[in-house]
């Protein structure tokens, strides 16, 4: 492992350079055929690795340093085929299967023999996952809001990494690390970035159908402004004045309380201010 | 706009519920149902018509 030193030292300058390139709009053909290689070279070093484990455990230094190397494959990975993407040439890239690949298995995994497996699922996968998605769901401007909601899970769990890393490797293992990373890495994939939209979408319906629920439910009160309102609207408390009705609807609506039923907004402890303000605009009281 | 969903009002005294359910249907609410509570007071629960289906016509109680 003596030369994880020196793959850090690699790391180190390319991350300098990367981010030495970030405002510079885009990255030279030069630094893409760096980044190529260097992923390759990396490949092959992590199915060495797969081959001949080593006999001792890893420590936090080594874990970090491999950590960091798979994220720069990811990363690379997933700048890639977002690049591919917008120019429309490889549609099938971010349609990765790493959710299916292992990764609830691999949470049972320990020791040596877990994270030989889990590492040679996690290569694999950066390597040449892909599955075949048709153009129509990728087509139209929905593809930008599925990318940004790639960038959103990469960026939350990759924070979670960062944090874990800070940990013991009694807290957090290597093998723990790879699975992290395989759903770093299933994060920048279509299906799981659909699949968080779509959750997503699903509670905050169900919040606003809450909201809603709140709204439209109100406790019994008896105020002025609701008696002189109840009057107007029906004068005998046998029938109603649709006039009136009208009034009070169109009101309620300027207050954005359409969706009100007119007993409700009388009767509720909630609209104790509305009902004044409605009922002075009428003339109804001073 | 017509009112929508569930409406529910609590707390209702008795010598009041009657015309609360009367409200509400005179704005097409169907069924209206009330429901006593422990402490003597009703619960009115009123239910309108999805906006974008049938709509009654309002003032059930008979306008003027």
Known sequence: MKSLSHRSLALASLSVVLFGCAGTGGQPKALDTLYDSYEQNRIAYYKGLISNPPSVAVGKAERNEIMNDLILLIDHNFARSEKSLYSHKAWADFGGSVTATGLSTAATLTGAAGVKTTLSALVTAIEATKTSFGKDILQGQSILAVVTQMHKLRAHKLLDIRQSMDLDTDKYPLSYGLIDLFEYHSDGTFVVALQSMTEDAAAQKKEADTQLKVIKTGRYTEDDAGIALRKYWSPDAKTFNTEHQAKIITEMEALGLGELAIELFLDSDKYVDQRKAIAKKLGLTR | ?64
């Open chain 2, 1 to 64: 706009m017509p009112p929508t969903g569930t409406q529910t009002v609590t707390d209702v005294p008795p010598n009041r519920v009657d015309q609360v359910v009367a409200g509400f249907k005179a704005q097409g609410a169907d069924p209206v149902t009330k429901t006593k509570q422990s402490d003597g007071n009703y619960t009115v629960v009123a239910v309108f018509p999805d906006a974008s289906g049938p709509q009654k016509k309002g003032n059930g109680g008979g306008a003027k």
